[in-house]
């Protein structure tokens, strides 16, 4: 990746371990500096929240190869694409079990070796679906997320899904990333093409998320959640109409293990979950962008296995989808979605998989999976 890639970790945050790579694989957010967010609170008091599932740290199913050897890597992908056809079981092999970081520096050490771009071997070599993924693999994940934004806002059509599924779930740290990304590919502010593309409160939700300033205070304040519980019954149940600029500003900006006490609260003072009062409140757009909030709080495992099979649910695949979560998620929590698939859908994400792909396609995502 070039110099620049990713925007300086913030005192106290986590940097990439190497260039190219992501954040070390969290389900909730990376500790930085409170105090750097216009959101910040004064130290809460009061006990921690008691679920932990919020920012536990995930499992990944993509580890680091050790010992890894880029050089050697590099051969074996040269080989697998030289002369009359190519050896896909090989390319999948390599790539497949390294990591995003290590894929950088295979694709460093094969410039060097061959003079040749590893990326652009690649898709002369590979077709379709399973070139599509292989790409996916070989980008840095940021580069790679903010390329999938940008289609999702200016392709044909603006397509809310995948907007949803990429700003709704992510970290501080994610966000400012993919808008580094975003920036030194399009020379234009990924904030900008939100807003100009998506219109009403679902264009203030995601320009609200687009800042990457959700408070990271890991003390719960058990009297303000109560507080805000109160102020989002008062803004959708108890009136004529909905504030929706409240569920904005609390959704957006309280930290995982708030929000997990706020949602507790919500539930003992209307008698059912926050999830009811958004399906009435709300619709279109809106509604799955805030009921995303909602589950990757309470689970994010589980929205990313809700998200997955409804990639492959009904007629056709929705193979850009399916890709994209396979890619990304494998080196942070795919783990734990695997166990929230099976767990929902009492069929395995790998037998979905099996039944929905075909060819070297589906040994590429299973051996992801793996």
Do not use: W
């Not at 900006?253 to 706020?262: A, D, F």
């Not at 059912?272 to 409140?281: F, R």
């Not at 859908?345 to 396609?361: C, E, P, W």
């Amino acid at each position: 990746s070039q110099p620049g890639s990713y925007p300086p970790a913030q005192q106290g945050s986590y940097p990439p371990s190497q260039p190219g790579s992501y954040p070390p694989p969290q389900s909730g957010y990376p500790s930085s500096n409170t105090q750097s967010s216009p959101y910040h609170q004064q130290p809460y008091g009061g006990a921690p929240a008691q679920p932990q599932q919020a920012y536990k740290k995930g499992t990944p199913t993509v580890r680091p190869a050790h010992p890894f050897d880029p050089k050697s890597d590099a051969e074996i992908l040269r080989k697998a694409m030289k002369g009359f056809g190519t050896d896909e079981k090989a390319i999948i092999e390599v790539l497949t079990n390294r990591t995003n970081a290590q894929r950088q520096e295979i694709a460093h050490q094969f410039k060097t070796m061959y003079g040749k771009d590893l990326i652009s071997n690649l898709k002369s070599e590979l077709s379709g679906n399973f070139e599509d993924l292989i790409v996916a693999l070989m980008t840095p994940i940021p580069e790679y997320q903010a390329k999938e934004l940008h289609h999702a806002l200016c392709g044909v059509g603006t397509n809310e899904n995948t907007l949803v599924e990429l700003m709704c779930a992510a970290t501080n740290y994610e966000i400012q990333a993919m808008r580094a990304a975003y920036e030194r590919l399009y020379h234009t502010s990924l904030e900008q093409d939100l807003a100009g593309d998506t219109s009403g409160s679902f264009r203030r939700l995601l320009v609200s998320l687009c800042q990457g300033r959700r408070s990271e205070n890991y003390i719960v304040d058990h009297h303000a959640a109560v507080m805000d519980a109160q102020a989002l019954l008062n803004a959708g149940e108890l009136r004529l109409g909905t504030d929706e600029s409240t569920f904005n500003a609390i959704l957006c900006t309280r930290s995982y293990p708030q929000l997990i006490q706020i949602f507790m609260e919500y539930q003992r003072l209307a008698g059912h979950g926050i999830e009811k009062a958004i399906k009435s409140e709300f619709s279109g757009d809106i509604e799955s962008g805030l009921l995303a909030i909602i589950k990757s709080v309470k689970d994010k495992a589980a929205f990313f296995a809700e998200q997955l099979h409804d990639s492959m649910a009904g007629a056709g695949t929705k193979d850009r989808a399916l890709i994209r979560m396979v890619a990304i998620r494998s080196e942070i929590d795919m783990e734990d979605i695997k166990r929230a698939f099976h767990h929902k859908y009492g069929k395995t994400l790998a037998d979905f998989i099996r039944d929905d792909t075909s060819g070297d396609y589906k040994k590429c995502l299973l051996a992801i999976i793996d």
